[in-house]
């Protein structure tokens, strides 16, 4: 939780600390990043070794609200990129209690893993660039992780 928080205060300093002028957006991408057809994804140092999860659906969900939603392509990697606003209007939370959550089920990509639960991974902060009059706030995976149904 405090690493959400240190995330959440650290992207909004960034944010605020930019001279925004008039016509300057504020734009969040995540990714690229792989998702593993596998429940454990320590990827360790060969990620080519690790099944990639094709054409699963993907959400940026932030709170109890889906903000985008996406789809990986036939090697599991997917992106995100949409307007700060989108994401805090629509959400009406930070991007700390934002999280990257794969709802197609698991046995899609491989028939032996569970039909139920989902993988999940929190988002982290990685820079911010500034092109022109467009800030960009950029977020990798964490990493994914299986949830087990509750």
Do not use: W
């Given at each position: 939780m405090a690493t959400k928080l240190v995330l959440f205060v650290s992207v909004m300093v960034a944010a605020l600390a930019l001279p925004i002028a008039k016509g300057t957006s504020v734009?969040?991408?995540?990714?690229?990043?792989?998702?593993p057809c596998s429940i454990?994804?320590?990827l360790g140092v060969n990620v080519t070794a690790t099944p990639a999860f094709p054409n699963a659906q993907v959400q940026l969900q932030c709170g109890a609200v889906v903000v985008a939603t996406t789809t990986t392509n036939a090697s599991g990697v997917f992106?995100?990129?949409?307007?700060f606003t989108q994401v805090f209007l629509s959400a009406r939370v930070g991007l700390s209690n934002c999280n990257l959550v794969v709802i197609t089920p698991l046995s899609t990509c491989?028939?032996?893993?569970?039909?139920?639960?989902?993988l999940t991974s929190s988002i982290v902060f990685v820079r911010t660039d500034v092109l022109g009059v467009r800030?960009?706030?950029?977020f990798r995976a964490a990493g994914f992780r299986y949830i087990p149904p509750t």
């Open positions: 734009e969040v991408q995540v990714g690229p990043s792989f998702v454990n994804s320590s992106s995100f990129s949409l307007d491989n028939p032996t893993l569970p039909p139920v639960g989902v800030v960009v706030l950029i």
